[in-house]
């Protein structure tokens, strides 16, 4: 196994409270590993501290042996979908996407592209703020795809999609997934990543509460019933 | 860095509401210029300066400088507005190193300053001279007053524009960040300039007024000129408070986290 993400003993600190609690855990290359745990356990600080948003208190947090930012145009490496999705509200999704495609190099005809492929290009020319939640979330991947990356960082893609855009999503992500990339998918809702990731990292606390592929983790049972196991009960 | 410049022009020119700035601009200083020679005119209004004297043409059209304040809004907008609606995200997962991101930011916030300035400020001379046109017994203004005029649009709004990118990084929140400033331009800096005269020319208000190099002493009409710092100076200490400002925009934008 290749280690395309190295997360090691990872503290991010606010106040007294520990967001994320010495954490560690590799993400396999090549491999959609699913990165779990209730609202508030600290997947969104942890996913921050890796791609340099916010500084770790101690620990590190590496892709492909460098800090995010160490790496040369991260957007070719790296694509992220964070929660706080980066666009701005008067710009039209073309707009938005051409800013960030200008800082990076990225051609203009691969905004164009992307917008295709997430299925925005009707709605390219519409300003962000008149976008549905679905139709955001579809521009911020558009976004975390512009550079081409072999790997994705998405902090809960599926939040507030209704069931039709999570079927979509699936279907992007196992797309993405057949071309060998490697992407670390945040969820809350344990359920719905059960048949999409290869391997889990379940966090609670901040504190790593289990790892390894699915079949390791919950076994004969549900994802649900394995996070219940191991955090005694409490959700 | 050439792809960040690009970037960045594409942020300054694809929102809407820094066009709405430069409108906003353009209509101070032309109101501003035009209004002037008619409140000169009037024998009541106690100014001590006719428009049959050069000094006051001249002061008419150093007004086309009024919009000056625009270019700091659109520093302040360029950077909190990076806060404010969470594009720092996208910007610094794309470009993760910060200082230079902050240093191109501040390039193009001098640059749309600057076009900002310079478009409302040649707006408002032609304002002045459409205006001064219905006063056929008004003197005719010095060359110099254009000149300087437009050098101090230039200067002023490249550095306002620093400046407000630098007040962005510190005060994340927008609106304060303008607010402020508008508040410490209209308020606080003339408040220090007529209490203390001697610090006061070494404040922005006072550099900007000393640029436009005006030969005219009426405290009456706000302009006592021979209490300000030479043209020069004025731009020199200017330039500096714009360095000083980006300095500190660069040290503390490094250092926080990013929401
Ligand atoms: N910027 C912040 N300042 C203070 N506390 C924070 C901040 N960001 C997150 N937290 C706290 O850290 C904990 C983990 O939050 P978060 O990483 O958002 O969890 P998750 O993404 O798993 O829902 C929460 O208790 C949250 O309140
Ligand atoms: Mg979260």
């Given at each position: ?219 004969d049972g549900s994802l649900e019933d394995a996070f219940l196991a191991l955090t005694g009960g409490e959700l | 860095m050439g792809a960040l410049l690009k970037s960045e022009w594409r942020k300054l020119i694809y929102a809407r509401a820094h066009w709405g700035l430069l409108i906003g601009a353009i209509l101070v200083a032309g109101l501003g210029t035009a209004v002037t020679p008619v409140i000169l005119d009037n024998p009541d209004s106690g100014f001590g300066l006719g428009l049959d004297q ?206």
């Amino acid at each position: 196994m290749t280690t395309a993400i190295a997360i090691s003993g990872l503290v991010k600190t606010y106040g007294k409270q520990n967001a994320v609690d010495n954490l560690t855990a590799n993400i396999a290359k090549g491999r959609i590993t699913g990165f779990l745990g209730p609202n508030g356990a600290g997947k969104s600080t942890a996913l921050r501290c890796l791609v340099g948003l916010a500084a770790p208190t101690s620990g590190s947090a590496t892709i492909f042996d460098k800090r995010y930012r160490d790496l040369d145009n991260p957007l070719s490496k790296v694509g992220t979908v964070l929660d706080s999705r980066g666009f701005h509200p008067a710009l039209t999704g073309k707009q938005n996407l051409r800013v960030v495609a200008a800082a990076a190099g990225i051609p203009d005809s691969r905004v164009d592209e992307v917008l295709e492929m997430v299925e925005l290009k009707d709605a390219a020319g519409k300003r962000m703020k008149n976008y549905s939640l679905g139709m955001k979330q579809r521009l911020a991947l558009a976004g975390a795809i512009l550079g081409d990356p072999e790997i994705l960082i998405l902090d809960e893609p599926a939040n507030g999609l209704d069931p039709a855009g999570i079927a979509w999503l699936r279907k992007f992500l196992r797309k993405l997934a057949e071309g060998g990339r490697t992407i670390l998918v945040s969820s809350h809702q344990l359920a719905e990543m059960q048949n999409t990731v290869d391997d889990v990292i379940i966090i609670n606390k901040g504190k790593l509460i289990a790892s390894g592929s699915m079949k390791e983790v919950i076994g004969d049972g549900s994802l649900e019933d394995a996070f219940l196991a191991l955090t005694g009960g409490e959700l | 860095m050439g792809a960040l410049l690009k970037s960045e022009w594409r942020k300054l020119i694809y929102a809407r509401a820094h066009w709405g700035l430069l409108i906003g601009a353009i209509l101070v200083a032309g109101l501003g210029t035009a209004v002037t020679p008619v409140i000169l005119d009037n024998p009541d209004s106690g100014f001590g300066l006719g428009l049959d004297q050069t000094q006051a043409v001249d002061a008419v059209y150093a007004n086309a400088i009024s919009g000056y304040f625009f270019a700091i809004i659109i520093g302040i907008m360029l950077m909190s507005g990076e806060f404010r609606h969470g594009t720092a995200v996208a910007t610094f997962l794309t470009a993760p190193k910060r200082g230079t991101v902050l240093a191109t930011k501040l390039a193009i916030a001098a640059i749309g300053g600057m076009l900002v300035m310079v478009i409302a400020t040649a707006a408002g001379l032609a304002a002045g001279w459409i205006a001064l046109s219905f006063f056929p017994d008004a003197a005719s203004p010095t060359n110099e007053v254009f000149i300087n005029t437009l050098l101090a649009a230039v200067v002023s709004g490249a550095i306002l524009g620093i400046v407000g990118v630098a007040l962005g990084t510190l005060i994340r929140n927008q609106m304060l960040a303008i607010t402020g400033a508008l508040i410490y331009l209209f308020v606080i800096d003339p408040i220090l300039l007529a209490l203390a005269p001697d610090a006061g020319k070494y404040l922005p208000v006072g550099l900007i007024t000393a640029m436009l190099a005006l030969d005219i002493d009426a405290p009456e009409f706000g302009i006592d000129t021979s209490a300000y710092l030479p043209p020069l100076t004025a731009t020199v200490v200017l330039l500096g408070y714009g360095a000083v400002f980006a300095g500190l925009a660069i040290a503390t934008s490094l250092r926080r986290d990013i929401e």
